[in-house]
């Protein structure tokens, strides 16, 4: 478990002058927050999800705007962060910790060799991002860089099932990126080889917030940043395999829920194979990557990149993937929002299983999760 991490602190690489994270003090969780003109009753603010809290961030929002100074509102913000976090450690139980290093802050019950190895690896990621995606990643400006790990499935459901609709069926994922209110990350420790995966796709995520890029584009960089900080091990499936299954798979309905987004929440093949043709996408998209970065910069989900697409790529969307799946090319595969169902949605983001071999963890079944029907 934790191979790479760990690796960090064996006996032959100590490593000098290692800051360790300090524990955030254990008192009682803040009632009100004083950083403002009047006091923000953060406590009384609190929604409940499976005895789990979080603030009304939308109130707190509308506080946070009447406080005139910039920086105010930064130490603000990152107060209630840790507010919060402190209400949540109580909820969860006396097994948990909630450690901090700068700016980067954990939640879990993590023994201490593991947890430091994880602040560490979520530095080195950080660095390592910023330098893939150069012109393109940006650290938020306010807050910490928050990583929650739940001890089970069952927690981390019933956690994240606040972020879907009441009805309908989700594939399951080993990790998340949570884009409402106050970004952070969230996994389970119940297998610890998928951690750095999970971490570095998230903080992928984390590091373009700040686009309102399509979920495609958004996933498919995700999942290549993922691959060159974390190497996957040998896939499910053969390249040729794959690609059989992208054949008898998309048609012009299908890939409209591509370009919307919709189709990443399929729990069929479909959720796999969207994650895979965003990653081949975005590898062919990215071989010139001067006009990719002005691409991504000019990206909406609205249109999901279609005029970004032509004016920096020079090329169409729906070509490209024709091209791809080796079928003539068709008005109708082109992103198309008039055919959509909803809005295209950017703020969540739900990674695959790990190292995206399509495993998937179809083995484990909480003993009931409410909201949330898995295969």
């Known amino acids: 478990m934790f191979k790479t991490l760990r690796s960090l602190f064996s006996p032959a690489q100590k490593r000098e ?25 953060l406590a009384t603010t609190l929604e409940f999800s499976h005895d789990l809290p979080l603030p009304n961030w939308h109130m707190f ?8 100074s910039q920086e105010s509102r930064a130490i603000a913000w990152a107060e209630c962060e840790l507010a919060w976090l402190k209400h949540l450690r109580e909820a969860l139980g006396p097994t948990y910790h909630l450690m901090r290093l700068e700016q980067t802050v954990v939640l879990s019950s993590l023994d201490s060799g593991s947890l430091k190895a994880t602040f560490e690896f979520m530095a080195r990621t950080s660095q390592r991002i910023l330098r893939l995606l150069s012109g393109i990643a940006q650290v938020p400006e306010w807050g910490h860089d928050i990583l929650i790990i739940f001890d089970d499935d069952e927690t981390y459901y019933n956690y994240v099932s606040r972020y879907y609709p009441d ?25 610890l080889r998928t951690i750095e995966p999970v971490i570095a796709h998230e903080m992928t995520h984390g590091c373009l917030s700040h ?22 091990p040998a896939p499910l499936y053969s390249p040729r395999e794959m690609h059989e299954k992208h054949l008898r798979f998309w048609g012009s ?14 729990s069929d093949d479909g959720g796999m194979l969207s994650y895979d043709l965003a990653r081949i996408l975005v590898t062919h998209f990215s071989a010139d990557w001067d006009r990719f970065r002005a691409f991504v910069l000019s990206s909406s989900s609205a249109d999901s990149g279609l005029a970004a697409a032509i004016e920096n790529l020079g090329l169409q969307l729906g070509a490209a993937v024709a ?7 068709d008005e109708s595969w082109e992103p198309n929002p008039s055919l959509w169902d909803s809005p295209p949605e950017h703020m969540v983001s739900s990674q695959m299983p790990a190292n995206l ?11 009931s999760v409410p909201k949330l029907r898995r295969s």
Request: a negative charge; one cysteine or more.
């Open 167 to 191: 009805a309908g069926e989700f594939a399951m994922s080993s990790g998340m990126h949570i884009g409402h209110g106050c970004s952070h990350f969230v996994t389970t420790k119940s297998d």
């Open 61 to 68: 929002s509308v506080w946070l705007e009447a406080i005139p």
């Open 211 to 232: 686009l309102p890029i399509p979920t495609w584009l958004n996933e498919g960089i995700a999942v290549n940043t993922e691959h060159r900080v974390c190497p996957p």
């Open 17 to 41: 002058n290692s800051r360790v994270p300090e524990k955030v003090p254990p008192e009682t969780p803040a009632e009100i927050l004083s950083s403002g003109i009047d006091p923000f009753p």
């Open 357 to 367: 071999s399509f495993q998937g963890r179809c083995a484990m079944k909480p003993r």
């Open 253 to 266: 309905s299908e890939i409209q829920e591509f370009w919307s987004g919709k189709s990443f929440h399929r």
């Open 323 to 329: 091209s791809v799946m080796e079928q003539e090319v």
